[in-house]
C-alpha cells in the first residue's frame, strides 16, 4: 500500500507541475525531462509508474517512445509501466521520444530511502534539472540520442536545435569534440536551421558520449547567445560477444574432494554497455570429455562462473578413471544467456591431482643377489609396484635398510626414471669373513599416506647375498714400507725385509718376491724371504732422488690361477755424506789492464752435499812464481772471495791455481785454476782480441760483485 501511496504522489506532482508551466510558450519535447521515484521492493507487471509529457508543439504526429531499460515501456499516453515483476532496474531509466517534428530525452532517477529527503528540492531546481523552469534562453537544446552501428547514407540527421533569435544573419555554430576538435566532424548543424547531423558510423565502445556546445552568432561571427551544452549520448548495440581473456584455464581438484568443491573461477568480459543486458553475461558448460565415469562431473555457476564438481567423492577416484584430465567447452553468452544473445567460448582444463592413497607394495618378498669379492657397485634392483601419480611424490619410493647392515657395506637408492630400488656394494665384501648376507628393506612414499591407509607387510621385501670367492693379490705389511740408511753403504747391505700376506687363508697360497720399479738400479730382492739388498753405492745426489727420498717399487706374486699380484712401496730416506768437493765460479774473469775500479775479481763455492758438509769454504792461492806478487785473496765471507790485482799486468791470459776446501769430515778440497785475462780498456770499453781468450762480459763480473754484496748484507 505504502509503495503505491508513493507512485500515486509522483504522478500529481508532474501533473502540478505541468499545469504550472501550462502558460509558457511552447517548447518542442518533454516538458518535464528530470523524474525522482523511490526505489520500491519491486515493480509490478502493468502498474504504472509515473506519466511523461512530450509534445512537439505540433500534434505529435507519429510519436513513439524507447525505453532504456527493455523490461519497460512507454504507452502512448505517456505512462510509463513495468513489463514484469522488477526487484531490480538500476539507478536510472532513460526515456527516448520522437515524432515528425521533435525528439527529445527525459531522465528517471531512482533513489532509495536515504535519499528521499532532498528529492523534491531537487525537482524544483532552477538550474541544470528542469529545463522548463529555467530562466528562458535564445537557444533550446537537449540531449540527442544515436544508436551506434548506423547504416548509411550519411550525413543522418539527428536532432534540432531551436533558437528564439530568428532573423536575418542568425547562425548556429557547434563546437566541442566530434565537430571542430579531434575528431573532427563527426558531427554538424546546419547554420540556418538548426538540424544537427551525423556523418559516420558511430562506436560506443570507442566513445559513449559527445559533449558539444552549440552557439548563436551574426553574420560576422560575434556570439549573439550560448554556448549551449548539448549532449549526444550513443545508444549501445549488442555488437561485441563475451571474450576469454586470461587463458589457459587450467583448474586443480584433489581427488575424493566432497561433492561442491570449487575448482576454479572463469570470466569472460563484453565490451557492450554494462549497466544493460548487452553485457550481462550467463556462463554454461557445453561439452565434458571424457564424458565417463558421469557425463555431469561438474558445474558452472551462470552468474559468476565458478566450476564445482557435482559427483560423489567416490566417482572422483583418479586411479578408477579413463583419464585425470577434463576438458570442458564453456560459453558464455550476453543478454543474460537468451537465445538470440551473442556469445563466446573458452576450454577449462580440470586435472584431477592424486593423493597418496595407495601404499608401495614389493613385486618379490625376496631378492637374491650375487657379488664377489672386493666389488663395488649396484648388485639388485628391487621392484615395486605403486597406483599413484608417477608424477607426484604420493608415487615416488624412498627405499631403506632396516636389518642386516652392521658393517655398512650396502646402500639403497631410488631410480628416478622407474621407481627401483638401486641396491649398491660401497664396501667391498670379504669371503673368507662371511660368504652370504641377508638384508631386509622397506619401501615408503615422499608424501606421506591419508590417514585411513597405512604401509603393509608388502611394503617391506628381504634380498639374499651370495659373496663369490676371487683369487685375491697378497698385501704387503705395511704399504708403503719407510727406511732411512747413508748414502755410499756398502754394496749388499740390508736395506730390509718386506712381509706379504695372502688374503685367501683358506687356499694356502706361497708368495714370491720381485723388484717392479728400481729407476736407478740399486736394489735386490730375494724372490723368497722379501730380503732387499743393495747393488750399487746409494747416491743422494742422484736425479733419481727426491727431497732425499729413493722411491722403489716391489711385487708379491701368489701361486693362484690365474696368480694375483700385490704391490708394495719402499721409500728409502739417504742420509748425506761428504762425497762432493765444492765447485769454484767462476773459472774465467777479465779485467783490464790499468783500470783501478776493475781490478778486483770476486770467486763463489758450491757443494752439492748438504750442511754441515759444505760452508763455510775455505779459499787459498797457490805458491806463486816469479819475483813479485801479482795478486793476493781476501775472503768475504763463508761462500766467497775475493782476488786483488797487485800490480798493473800486461795484456795477457794468466792461470791462478786455487784451492777451495768445504768443512765436511773429514773436509774435502778442491785445487782448480781461475783464466784471468788482462784486456785493454778505454772509455768504459773492454778490448780482449789481443789476449786470444775467451770472452766474458763485464757484466758477470757486475753480477758476482752484487751477489757477494748480497749475502754480505744478509749475514750481517
Known amino acids: 500500500m505504502q509503495h503505491k501511496t508513493q507512485l500515486a504522489l509522483s504522478f500529481l506532482l508532474s501533473q502540478v507541475l505541468l499545469l504550472a508551466c501550462a502558460d509558457l510558450e511552447c ?11 523511490e526505489e520500491p521492493f519491486q515493480f509490478t507487471e ?6 511523461l509529457k512530450f509534445d512537439d508543439c505540433k500534434g505529435n504526429n507519429k510519436l513513439t517512445f524507447e525505453v532504456s531499460n527493455p523490461d519497460f515501456k512507454v504507452e502512448h499516453n505517456g505512462t510509463l509501466v513495468a513489463l514484469k515483476h522488477i526487484s531490480e532496474a538500476g539507478r536510472t531509466l532513460f526515456v527516448h521520444a520522437q515524432s515528425e517534428h521533435a525528439e527529445d530525452l527525459a531522465e528517471i532517477l531512482i533513489i532509495d530511502k536515504k535519499e528521499k529527503h532532498g528529492a523534491l528540492k531537487e525537482i524544483l531546481k532552477t538550474e541544470n534539472n528542469l529545463g522548463f523552469l529555467r530562466q528562458k534562453r535564445a537557444i533550446l537544446s537537449s540531449p540527442v540520442l544515436v544508436p551506434e552501428n548506423q547504416r548509411g547514407p550519411f550525413p543522418k540527421y539527428i536532432g534540432k ?7 536575418e544573419g542568425v547562425r548556429f555554430r557547434l563546437s566541442g569534440k566530434g565537430a571542430d576538435e579531434d575528431p573532427k566532424g563527426i558531427f554538424k548543424i546546419n547554420e540556418i536551421t538548426g538540424d544537427i547531423s551525423v556523418t559516420q558510423v558511430l562506436d560506443r565502445e570507442a566513445a559513449a558520449s559527445y559533449e558539444l556546445e552549440v552557439e548563436i552568432t551574426d553574420v560576422n561571427g560575434k556570439i549573439i547567445d550560448g554556448p549551449v551544452r548539448l549532449e549526444v549520448l550513443v545508444i549501445d548495440q549488442n555488437d561485441n560477444k563475451p571474450l576469454f581473456k586470461d587463458g589457459p584455464y587450467v583448474g586443480h581438484v584433489m581427488e575424493g574432494s566432497p561433492t561442491g568443491t570449487t575448482v576454479m573461477r572463469i570470466t569472460a568480459v563484453d565490451g557492450d554497455d554494462a549497466n544493460t543486458d548487452n553485457a ?8 565434458q570429455t571424457p564424458d565417463k565415469p558421469s557425463p555431469n562431473m561438474f558445474f558452472i555457476d551462470p552468474e559468476k562462473g565458478d566450476i564445482v564438481t557435482v559427483v560423489s567423492s567416490a566417482l572422483l577416484d583418479r586411479e578408477t578413471m579413463e583419464t585425470p584430465q577434463y576438458e570442458l567447452v564453456i560459453e558464455a553468452k550476453d543478454l543474460g544467456g537468451h ?6 567460448t573458452a576450454t577449462a582444463t580440470i586435472v ?17 643377489a650375487t657379488v664377489k669379492e672386493g666389488i663395488t657397485g649396484v648388485i639388485v634392483n628391487l621392484t615395486i609396484r605403486d597406483q599413484d601419480d608417477p608424477a607426484t611424490g604420493a608415487w615416488r619410493a624412498v627405499y631403506t635398510i632396516i636389518n642386516g ?3 655398512q657395506s650396502f646402500e639403497i637408492h631410488t631410480n628416478p626414471q622407474n621407481n627401483e630400488g638401486m641396491l649398491s656394494v660401497v664396501k667391498p665384501l670379504d669371503y673368507e669373513i662371511s660368504a652370504f648376507h641377508r638384508l631386509m628393506i622397506k619401501v615408503e612414499n615422499e608424501d606421506p599416506l591419508v590417514p585411513d591407509i597405512v604401509y603393509g607387510p608388502s611394503s617391506t621385501a628381504t634380498v639374499q647375498i651370495t659373496v663369490e670367492d676371487v683369487n685375491e693379490g697378497p698385501i704387503f705389511h705395511p704399504n708403503p714400507m719407510r727406511v732411512t740408511k747413508l748414502e755410499n753403504i756398502p754394496i749388499g747391505s740390508k736395506v730390509l725385509t718386506v712381509n706379504a700376506t695372502d688374503p685367501d687363508t683358506l687356499q694356502h697360497q706361497t708368495i714370491r718376491y720381485s723388484i717392479y720399479k728400481d729407476p736407478a738400479g740399486w736394489l735386490e730382492i ?3 724371504n722379501g730380503t732387499i739388498i743393495t747393488t750399487a753405492p746409494l747416491d743422494r745426489e742422484s736425479v733419481h732422488v727426491q727431497n732425499d727420498t729413493y722411491t722403489a717399487l716391489f711385487l708379491a706374486i701368489d701361486n693362484g690361477h690365474p696368480p694375483a699380484t700385490g704391490t708394495g712401496t719402499l721409500y728409502i730416506t739417504l742420509g748425506d755424506v761428504n762425497d762432493n768437493v765444492p765447485s769454484l765460479y767462476p773459472t774465467l774473469a777479465k779485467v783490464c789492464d790499468d783500470g783501478k775500479d776493475l781490478r778486483i775479481v770476486v770467486l763463489g763455492a758450491t757443494d752439492k752435499d748438504l750442511p754441515p758438509n759444505t760452508d763455510p769454504f775455505t779459499f787459498e792461492l797457490s805458491k806463486q812464481t816469479g819475483p813479485e806478487k801479482m795478486w793476493r785473496l781476501a775472503t768475504l765471507n763463508d761462500t766467497h772471495a775475493q782476488i786483488i790485482l797487485l800490480q798493473n799486468l800486461q795484456k795477457a791470459n794468466y792461470n791462478i791455481p786455487i784451492s777451495v776446501t768445504d768443512s765436511g769430515n773429514p773436509p774435502l778440497t778442491n785445487n782448480t785454476e781461475l783464466k784471468l785475462q788482462v784486456c785493454a780498456c778505454r772509455k768504459s770499453k773492454m778490448d780482449c782480441s789481443a789476449t786470444d781468450a775467451l770472452h766474458i762480459s763485464m757484466t758477470l763480473i757486475f753480477l758476482s760483485l752484487f751477489s757477494l754484496l748480497c749475502k754480505s748484507f744478509s749475514v750481517l
Open 280 to 287: 550481462l553475461i550467463r556462463y554454461d558448460i557445453l561439452k
Open 27 to 37: 517548447v518542442p519535447g518533454f516538458q518535464q525531462k528530470a523524474f525522482y521515484i
Open 405 to 407: 647392515n652392521a658393517g
Open 46 to 51: 502493468d502498474q504504472p509508474v509515473l506519466k
Open 352 to 368: 584431477i591431482d592424486d593423493k597418496n592413497d595407495h601404499a608401495p607394495e614389493f613385486t618379490k618378498k625376496e631378492f637374491l
Open 526 to 528: 730375494s724372490p723368497t
Open 161 to 167: 536545435v531551436v533558437s528564439r533569435s530568428v532573423g
Open 339 to 344: 537465445d538470440v544473445g551473442l556469445s563466446g
